[in-house]
């Protein structure tokens, strides 16, 4: 299993700037891709941005070259560095693993998601 803790959020003016991150932990050699995610209340979930483990990375249209994501695989920690935030961008940010076993089975784990609020 693999346990994946977010932080960073928080209350920001817009057109400011924030960093998420999320540490992962437990069976961590699994992992391969890596990704954020954010959600509304009574919205769907929608992708913000992902990485592999080899760093190709894809953005959500709506990012608009505002977001850049990253890893850091020493220290099984994905970044999102968010910039000239927008209110509209204020979610629960949650940090998205995928795990593949030695059989080749993938899992997806979830962290507890981090708010984000963007003032006006």
């Known amino acids: 299993q693999v346990q994946l803790v977010e932080s960073g959020g928080g209350l920001v003016q817009a057109g400011g700037s924030l960093r998420l991150s999320c540490v992962a932990s437990g069976s961590v050699a699994g992992i391969t891709t890596m990704g954020w995610y954010r959600q509304v209340p009574g919205k769907q979930r929608d992708l913000v941005a992902t990485i592999t483990g080899s760093g190709a990375t894809t953005y959500a249209d709506f990012v608009e070259g505002r977001v850049t994501i990253s890893r850091d695989n020493a220290k099984n920690t994905v970044y999102l560095q968010m910039n000239s935030l927008k209110p509209e961008d204020t979610a629960v940010y949650y940090c998205?693993?995928?795990?593949?076993?030695?059989?080749?089975?993938?899992?997806?784990?979830w962290g507890q998601g981090t708010q984000v609020t963007v003032s006006s």
């Open positions: 998205r693993s995928l795990w593949k076993n030695n059989r080749g089975l993938q899992f997806q784990y």
